[in-house]
């Protein structure tokens, strides 16, 4: 295995919730609640989960955006989550993030050369002050950017040129480990598909560990090695790619899977999808044992008041871990090879010569049928004559 950079142990971010006067703490909201997972050199570690499970905030707790409540992060097997100062500055400077918004996290005010070139600034030793410029525009290339623009404001730029920018800036000071929160999901899909695309070429090139945090489970598995399921502040389940997108053991990743739409339409209908019953628990009062439990169709007594471990559980293959009593794998549908799959009958007559008023020429030229499309011939050349000569004059066309 390759080295662990990166090793989260048991992370803990609770917020406290005040009320009154005298801003009293009176309870808690537990955004991450032990969290615990190694990300290796070189690897991609997909995190996903509903909105509001806690993924943002585990992020910023990586980068020490935000102080954990507990648990620590080590870098390279270097603890830091006690260090201050000139320390914290030396060691953040291998563990950079993308931000979700290139709208908002670009400052409008400045060009993209000083966007990009800020980290110069912080971190003086790694550019020589005069050679930011030159290294400026090497960064912007290197992200698919003219060079040439870098005098230009956010505003001259798209989206995604935006979030070309934010990768850059990220890179500049050639980190070890990236983390990307949800860095795709303001794009288009045609844009979202070319920054996954730079983004794995700067990881081969540069040799980065990602850390993708989505919600898109189509793009987390196209770009992920492992990947990890969170659910209300906790981990539900964590292994390679496949293993948890083919045969996922736990009951929330089964039901987020079946969720997703199946660009085959043969396949509509083919497979069961799950629906989770309730709302989501909020994190400030979180539910005893399982916190699943309260939507999950296997719960049992003991899921109420025993908490589930992320360990390793069988999954008809191997093994991966999952934190589930009753860990079972469940067959995902394939999309890959339908060949064995009868087709659905509503979409079997898609052929050309089977649409109304549309009959195969000589040749397979498609021709018109005049019979079908008019009742009579004569008909339609004398109605648009008619609606011609019904519109005002300063609307006819000459």
Known sequence: ?????????????????????????????????????????????????????????????????????????????????????????????????????????????MTVGDIVGEPFEIHPDVVPKGGRRKRVQELLDLVGLNPEHINRYPHQFSGGQRQRIGIARGIALNPSVLICDEPVSALDVSVQAQVVNLMEKLQDELGLAYVFIAHDLSVVRHIS????????????????????????????????????????????????????????????????????????????????????????????????????????????????????VQPDLRFSTTDVADIPGVDDGPDGVVEERSDVLHDDADRAPQDITRLVDEQPDDHRTP
């Not at 992370?11 to 609640?33: C, E, M, N, S």
């Not at 899977?257 to 009062?285: C, F, H, M, W, Y």
């Not at 169709?297 to 589930?324: F, I, N, Y």
């Open 1 to 109: 295995m390759p080295e662990v950079v990166l090793s989260a142990q048991n992370l803990v971010k609770h917020y406290p919730i005040r009320k009154g006067v005298l801003k009293r703490t009176v309870g808690q909201v537990k955004a991450v609640d032990g969290v615990t997972f190694d990300l290796h050199k070189g690897e991609t570690l997909g995190i996903v989960g509903e909105s509001g499970c806690g993924k943002s905030t585990l992020g910023r707790l990586l980068m020490r955006l935000e102080d954990p409540t507990s648990g620590s992060v080590a870098f390279q097997g270097e603890d830091w989550s006690g260090a201050s100062g000139r320390e914290m500055r030396r060691l953040r400077r291998n563990i950079q993030i993308v931000f979700q918004d290139p709208y908002t996290s670009l400052n409008p005010r």
């Open 225 to 340: 090695d492992r990947v990890g399921v969170m659910y209300l502040g906790r981990m539900a389940e964590l292994g390679e790619e496949d293993e948890v997108y083919s045969r996922p053991t736990h009951p929330y990743t089964q039901a987020l899977l079946s969720a997703v739409p199946v660009p085959d339409p043969t396949l509509r209908g083919k497979r069961e999808q799950i629906v989770l019953v309730g709302d989501v628990p909020s994190p400030a009062n979180p539910p005893s044992g399982c916190r699943f439990h309260t939507r999950c169709w296997k719960a049992q007594d003991r899921c109420t008041t025993e908490e589930p471990q992320l360990v390793l559980r069988p999954d008809g293959h191997g093994e991966h871990l999952s934190a589930c009593h009753f860990a079972e794998a469940r067959a995902v549908v394939e999309t890959v090879d339908v060949s064995d």
